[in-house]
């Protein structure tokens, strides 16, 4: 089945530098690769995904990466802020066919 | 607000207790799921449920015992729970299978 490695576990950045957390996938059939967001208290949010026919996709300052061949994907956080500090999940699935396989997550703290 | 409302919150049972967890999705969705987060470990998937039929279990021990009578509500029974079983209990919804999960807030459930 798909496992999902995810790293690093924790990662302290400072305001306004960028942030960058990496996934790695096993099944090579996987096509759907979300990211979420954890802040403390709550349940995760769906903040970006990709799907396995694109190599990358950006919403404003959030972009992720995606390279099949390695199988790994990638999450950019550029211009942190301090409200960026939470847990990320990146996950992978066969879209409809399979269910969502998270890792492990990444605590992000962005000092000011 | 997600449109998922999960209760309680807080749950302390123990281990020869029988207690329930409730969600229930605003969104007008077709399936939903429970899903358990331990601390450093990856999401778990326990049940799926599609259109009110369950579609998944993974593997998951009978002192767990999942209903769901209707599209927007989930329940998860619980009954004989082991200490290992404390975790955050969360719930999710989506508009299809496999598609965008919305999570409720959880439920932190604490086997003494």
């Known amino acids: 089945g798909e496992n999902v490695e995810q790293h690093p576990s924790t990662l302290s950045v400072q305001e306004g530098d960028s942030a960058v957390i990496k996934c790695t996938y096993s099944?090579?059939?996987?096509?759907?690769f979300p990211w979420y967001k954890q802040e403390l208290g709550k349940g995760p949010q769906l903040i970006i995904d990709?799907?396995?026919?694109?190599g990358e996709k950006k919403d404003q300052r959030i972009a992720v990466t995606l390279n099949k061949t390695a199988k790994h994907f990638s999450l950019h956080i550029t211009e942190t802020q301090p409200e960026d500090s939470a847990v990320y999940f990146c996950?992978?699935?066969?879209?409809?066919?399979?269910?969502?396989?998270f890792g492990k997550g990444t605590k992000l703290s962005v000092k000011p | 607000e997600t449109g998922v409302t999960q209760t309680p919150r807080h749950l302390v049972m123990g281990m020869t207790n029988k207690k329930s967890l409730k969600c229930e999705q605003h969104?007008?969705?077709?399936?939903m799921y429970w899903y358990k987060q331990s601390a450093k470990k990856p999401l778990e998937l326990m049940f799926v449920?599609?259109?009110?039929?369950?579609?998944e279990n993974n593997s998951v021990p009978s002192r767990f015992s999942p209903e769901c009578p209707n599209s927007s509500h989930l329940f998860l029974h619980l009954h004989t729970l082991q200490p290992e079983d404390s975790a955050l209990y969360l719930c999710?919804?989506?508009?299809?299978?496999?598609?965008?999960?919305?999570f409720g807030e959880g439920s932190r459930l604490t086997v003494l």
């Open positions: 999710a919804s989506s508009q299809v299978v496999q598609g965008e999960l919305f």
């Open positions: 099944d090579s059939a996987s096509n759907y």
């Open positions: 990709i799907r396995s026919n694109v």
């Open positions: 996950a992978a699935s066969r879209g409809s066919q399979g269910n969502l396989i």
């Open positions: 969104l007008g969705h077709n399936a």
């Open positions: 449920y599609n259109f009110k039929e369950q579609t």
